[in-house]
């Protein structure tokens, strides 16, 4: 019923920048919480950032004040601005989202992944 499909991902080098977008699409009545988590190999998978409908958002220490989530609520979109990248920021980025589809109730969903990859 909804699909979150990511894209933006690629190959920089360290201190470069990269912008992740997820669109969401299907019956959608309301999207709550969006956020980006990543898994790098051998890893879990984890938080990096989310933001909630009304903007607040959280961070992980590791990226606080190199990435930036934003989202725009008419386009069912978010956001991941991430500057001055590391080698140790090289994972597959998932997109998730907390969705109100019509005539049902909130369900979690994921997107498929987009690799990012910061060379040293």
């Known amino acids: 019923q909804v699909q979150l499909v990511e894209s933006g991902g690629g190959l920089v080098q360290a201190g470069g920048s990269l912008r992740l977008s997820c669109a969401a699409s299907?019956?959608?009545?309301?999207?709550?919480?969006m956020g980006w988590y990543r898994q790098a190999p051998g890893k879990q998978r984890e938080l990096v950032a989310g933001i909630r409908r009304n903007g607040d958002t959280n961070y992980a220490d590791s990226v606080q004040g190199r990435f930036t989530i934003s989202r725009d609520n008419a386009k069912n979109t978010v956001y991941l601005q991430m500057n001055s990248l590391k080698p140790e920021d090289t994972a597959v980025y998932y997109c998730?989202?907390?969705?109100?589809?019509?005539?049902?109730?909130?369900?979690?969903?994921w997107g498929q992944g987009t690799q990012v990859t910061v060379s040293s």
């Open positions: 998730n989202a907390d969705v109100i589809v019509f005539g049902a109730y909130e369900s979690n969903y």
């Open positions: 299907g019956r959608i009545f309301m999207i709550n919480t």
